[in-house]
């Protein structure tokens, strides 16, 4: 087979999960020879119809996170064409808990459903894999493990000698503010200490009253995909603080790889993948409760050499694991694999 030929559906172009691990890697796995056509998951007959038209003309159909209904499993089979199924959240769960759980029948049912209907599965990290294999039983498909990848090279952190007031920041969406501002008291005790900006990169300011109770020096700057690692550049530090939940577990720790990508020196939670993104001491710190996280940044604030260190090898931390053209090589040789093995089902 020279080239692929993949039909890859995705959710929604505005969800981070969709731009990066489909639309955003969809040039990188054509450098590599596999042809990809991008197409929203079809809402509406007539949506569908043109799915399983394009489908035809696919060696593949990659679909990206969509939970299947018995329905949608039936009509994923009409493609006629095998299935990989990508994911990396832990969707079998609720992102919030309910009842002080996580779990979800519905969801673990549809999961399941997405699982055994695919012909292979692409899981974004090895928790997320450990889930899909408990959740396939007997039920066995070829699974690669690839991250969600980042841009690079992008705009670096260019640290001086240490004058000015660093800059600590946090990049992320508004649903995802929470588990910053769970760090804000111990934010708040450094800042008492070692002055520094608080720079908040979202599409949503913390909530006023959060800031009112720490005190904190904050600035928040509109989150942008054309400006947001520009904006990563300037900052002097960066903190990726995560709840140990079943749900954040499941995180693919991307945000920390931008921030990485970026030279900064970086402190997050040893939760998920943030534990295996981060090498502590070489490329970055880990922080496991508030007088970890208090000890870290104050080492970080005061010592501008140890920034600059850290810095450095976060970039060569991702670049040669993390970035598109790693990542893509990967994904398009399992696709290869999953296409030949897969071959008698195509017409």
Known sequence: MNELRLLAVYLDAQLASSRVRVIELAPHLAARGVRVTLAPYPHGRSARRALRRDARA???????KKLASALEAWRWRRLGRPVVFDFDDAVSLRQRPRSGSHGSADRAR????????ASAVIAGNEHLAGLARAALGSHERPLLVAPSAVSFPVPAREHGSGTGVPRVGWIGARGNLGELEALLPALARVQARTPFELVVIADAPLAPDAVERTQLDVRHVPWRLATQEAELARLDVAVMPLRDDPWNRGKCAYKLLQSMAA???CVASPVGMNATVVQAGHDG???????EWEHELV??????????????????????????PVVADRIAAFLRE????NEPQRT
């Open 110 to 117: 549809r999961f399941r459903r997405a699982l055994v209907q």
């Open 285 to 291: 710190a880990l922080a496991a409760n508030a007088e």
């Open 338 to 341: 999953v296409a030949t093995a």
């Open 299 to 324: 080492d970080l604030l005061e010592n501008p050499d140890r920034r600059r260190a850290y810095g450095r090898a976060a970039r060569e931390s991702v670049a040669a694991t993390y970035t598109y």
């Open 263 to 265: 030279g900064l020196a």
């Open 58 to 64: 696919a060696d593949l159909v990659l679909i990206q």
